[in-house]
């Protein structure tokens, strides 16, 4: 075993800061690393140190891997987390670390390597008998074989770029007329986003569910599942609102699925924190999509229903220390639901809104974690993700955590900028969402921007859409629930 002193946190913003607290509980120094963008940000006044590694964009500072090790060297840290995107992802860099002498706390980079190509993935799960949606096992370049292979899968098809993740170069075809430009477009997105444009296709799944299991791994070769979370209301495939269980999960499926997922870590020997995805069909059959070889965004939900924090057991597994529990000894408490707060108009396509928070107050009170990065009056700097906070509510049960996250919505105050604060109250009121009778075609479904642009405020609009679609069902209580007079705070919000 060896002992971790000092961890640099190759990272910023939230995630950061959450993985320097625990660090700093467990009596480890902190190393932060930070962008000319990020001088006076929260997690590097956070840190015992800090190392600026450059200019503003990602590609010159937090992804650039030879500065990182460095800041490392300089600072005599012995272990570096990557957090979650960035270099969360890149074998390369885990190498660079490891062969600098450095812990890092995360999977090997072997691991990594094989679960970052989609294709690559699926090809190893299957020989665990882990299910997969039906699709091609290769990536398909010729045109008129890539037809032929759709319609033999039968429209809609899903064209995906093997090296792909947080939602691009991700294509739905309905028919075949659509298919040629769809597929080129799949493979530039493909190609300048990740740098290469192998794609595949996958049967499309009409009205999925995202379900994905949070396994641990140690160095031991111990694997363990830590349940799974819901992450079906998503935005341009990207998640926005995630819970933790599933209301759509019998003990059963949980067990079944607990299991492929802790096979997917096996068909990688696989350690440390990682998220086995699978999508869920209308009759709870349920196939791989892919592994995160990393710490997820909406991890918290995990650790409010097991009581575990996650960032500590990936320090004390990176240490070489066993898993602290045993399959038998974890066990789902309450219920938690994550809201992503992003600076975004949700009333504009959801496309970012960058600005200064002029107003910025956080709830309070029994059951609420706010993890942030910012204070009253930073600007949310346009080079990076514009996540502002994720806030996670835990109750006894879904209902009580609905109702306390729907009180907590209320009470967070945000000015500046246009949030997706009002879009997640919507979802908290919406029928669909409070009898978990819903798709990963939430949005599309439900939500209508044309009908918030008519009005001047887009989240009073956002009330009105929320208000006027719970009333047309026979939910009476939630309907009482839905203010009809707006908080004065909404007002304060830029339109
Ligand atoms: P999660 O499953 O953890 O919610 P997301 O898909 O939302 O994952 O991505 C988490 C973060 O990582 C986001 O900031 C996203 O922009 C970034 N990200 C994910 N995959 C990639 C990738 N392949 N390249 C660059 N950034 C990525
Ligand atoms: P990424 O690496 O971008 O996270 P994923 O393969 O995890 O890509 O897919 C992201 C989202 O796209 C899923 O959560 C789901 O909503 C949707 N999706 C992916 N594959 C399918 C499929 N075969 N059928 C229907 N929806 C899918
Ligand atoms: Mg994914």
Redesign the pocket.
């Known amino acids: 075993m060896s002992k971790i002193n000092k961890i640099l946190v190759a990272n910023r913003g939230e995630i950061a800061l959450r993985i320097m607290r625990s660090a700093r509980e467990m009596g480890i120094q902190t190393v932060a690393v930070f962008s000319e963008a990020d001088r006076q940000s929260l997690h590097v006044r956070y840190a015992d140190e800090a190392i600026c590694i450059g200019p503003p964009p990602s590609s010159e500072s937090y992804l650039r891997i030879e500065k990182i090790i460095a800041a490392a060297k300089q600072t005599n840290a012995d272990a570096i987390h990557p957090g979650y995107g960035f270099l969360s992802e890149n074998e390369d860099f885990a190498k660079a670390v490891e062969d600098a002498g450095l812990i890092f706390i995360g999977p090997s980079a072997a691991a990594i390597e094989l679960m970052g190509s989609?294709l690559a993935a699926k090809a190893a799960v299957a020989k665990f008998n882990v299910p997969l949606?039906p699709g091609t096992a290769e990536p398909i370049t010729d045109l008129s074989e890539a037809k032929q292979i759709a319609s033999a899968i039968g429209y809609p098809v899903?064209i995906?770029a093997s090296a792909?993740?947080?939602?691009?170069g991700?294509r739905v075809v309905d028919s075949e007329s659509q298919f040629e430009e769809q597929m080129e477009r799949a493979i530039s997105e493909a190609k300048s986003a990740f740098g290469d444009g192998s794609v595949f296709i996958?049967?499309?799944?009409t009205s999925?569910r995202?379900i994905e299991f949070q396994i641990f791994g140690d160095k031991l070769g111990n694997v363990v599942h830590l349940f799974e979370r819901e992450?079906?209301i998503?935005r341009r495939?990207q998640k926005v609102v995630e819970e933790a269980p599933s209301s759509v999960l019998t003990p059963a499926k949980r067990k079944q699925m607990g299991e492929a997922a802790i096979n997917v870590a096996k068909a990688c020997g696989y350690y440390g924190a990682g998220t086995v995805?699978f999508?869920l069909d209308e009759k709870l059959n349920f196939?791989f999509?892919?592994m995160n070889t990393r710490l997820q965004v909406e991890h918290p939900v995990t650790e409010e229903i097991t009581g575990l924090d996650l960032v500590q057991c990936q320090i004390k597994v990176a240490q070489g220390e066993p898993l602290p529990f045993k399959q038998e000894d974890l066990q789902i408490n309450g219920h938690a639901i994550e809201i992503r707060v992003y600076a975004e108009d949700p009333a504009n396509n959801f496309l970012p809104d960058i600005g200064t928070l002029t107003t910025y107050k956080r709830p309070q009170g029994h059951g609420i974690r706010v993890d942030d990065g910012f204070e009253q009056g930073m600007s949310i700097p346009f080079y990076y993700d514009p996540m502002i906070a994720k806030m996670i509510c835990h109750a006894e049960t879904r209902e009580a955590a609905i109702e306390k996250m729907i009180r907590a919505i209320h009470e967070y105050e945000i000015t500046g900028l246009e949030t997706t604060l009002g879009f997640c109250l919507f979802v908290m009121k919406h029928e669909a969402f409070r009898t978990g009778k819903f798709d990963?075609k939430f949005v599309e479904n439900f939500f209508r921007p044309a009908l918030l642009k008519e009005h001047t405020s887009s989240t009073e609009a956002m009330l009105a859409a929320a208000l006027a679609t719970t009333l047309t069902n026979k939910a009476k209580s939630a309907a009482e629930a839905v203010p009809t007079t707006q908080p004065s705070r909404w007002k304060k919000n830029r339109v």
């Open positions: 989609k949606v899903l995906k792909g993740g947080g939602g691009k991700m996958e049967k499309y799944v999925p995202h992450c079906s998503q495939h995805e999508i196939y999509l892919e990963t």
